[in-house]
């Protein structure tokens, strides 16, 4: 699920942001302007900002994890975003964020286990710092891709079971 998921992400290479909200905004707009009316992405944002609030997404080494439980929504959906300057998100270590991975999730049983499943697997594939200086340093989406399809610790990813 990991794998699919990141080779069909959007992909957002300046992410930027005064703010938690802004940054979250940020993200979202990584999404293609058609595929939710502005309406769908201010609800999304708010989703986004409450579940920042009940505590950060930022769970270390420059790596955020931004989610929401979207009702109607079939399957997972994502946006992999980078800063180039590191957004400042409450992180657990005190670090500044370089790497997002927003994702969004049915609301329901199988997207709470989607979720496990994925975090999971992102946190072994994003902990490895050479790989998150490559996604820095990437000046394209073409780059960024390759970085996913290049690094083993991606496919390596896939084949891990969540218990």
């Known amino acids: 699920m990991f794998l699919p998921l990141l080779r069909k992400a959007f992909l957002k290479l300046d992410v930027s942001g005064q703010g938690k909200r802004e940054v979250l905004k940020s993200l979202l707009d990584g999404f293609p302007e058609n595929h939710f009316s502005e309406e769908k992405k201010e609800w999304l944002l708010e ?3 409450r579940r920042e609030e009940a505590g950060t997404t930022a769970v270390g080494d420059e790596l955020a994890l931004p989610h929401a439980f979207v ?3 079939e399957t997972p ?3 992999l975003g980078i800063s180039r300057q590191g957004e400042e ?3 657990l270590d005190g670090q500044r964020v370089y790497v997002f991975l927003l994702v969004l999730l049915p609301d329901s ?3 709470r286990l989607s979720k496990r499943a994925i975090f999971r697997k992102a946190l072994i594939a994003f902990s ?5 200086q490559r996604l820095r340093q990437a000046l394209s989406p073409q780059e960024v891709r390759e970085v996913i399809e290049q690094e083993e610790i991606f496919s390596r990813t896939a084949s891990i079971t969540v218990s």
């Open 47 to 49: 989703l986004l900002v």
């Open 77 to 79: 959906q994502a946006v």
């Open 128 to 132: 490895d710092r050479f790989i998150r």
């Open 71 to 73: 009702e109607g929504l």
């Open 109 to 111: 049983e199988a997207g």
């Open 89 to 91: 998100m409450g992180a």
